[in-house]
Nanobody, 117 residues
Framework: QVQLVESGGGLVQAGGSLRLSCAAS????????MGWFRQAPGKERELVAQ???????YYGNFVKGRFTISRDNAKNTVSLKMNNLKPEDTAIYYC???????????WGQGTQVTVSS
């Protein structure tokens, strides 16, 4: 079992920055593939960024160099630094973990990010 708790969401103006953090317990973050997803009202959930166990990183096309995912093994956390935020980035952001399966099977409760124009 993996427990995930997100923090760091909030309200920010367009062009601003936020840093989301995901604290994991039950497994080490470097033994999992960790991902950040988001879901806006009326839209499907989409993958924002992913960092694999072996290290490769993936970003959704819409990120366009604005976000950075990172892993802190000592703190057992995964972070998502978001710069140059846009109103269309408004969503609930979820942290997720993938262990031995091919699907994300552990999810946090989500944190709201709201970007005002």
């Amino acid at each position: 079992q993996v427990q995930l708790v997100e923090s760091g969401g909030g309200l920010v103006q367009a062009g601003g920055s936020l840093r989301l953090s995901c604290a994991a317990s039950g497994r080490t973050v470097n033994s999992c593939t960790m991902g950040w997803f988001r879901q806006a009202p009326g839209k499907e959930r989409e993958l924002v960024a992913q960092i694999a166990r072996s290290g490769p990183i993936y970003y959704g096309n819409f990120v366009k160099g604005r976000f950075t995912i990172s892993r802190d093994n000592a703190k057992n956390t995964v972070s998502l630094k978001m710069n140059n935020l846009k109103p269309e980035d408004t969503a609930i952001y979820y942290c997720a973990a993938k262990t031995e399966t091919e699907t994300y099977d552990y999810w946090g409760q989500g944190t709201q990010v709201t970007v005002s124009s």
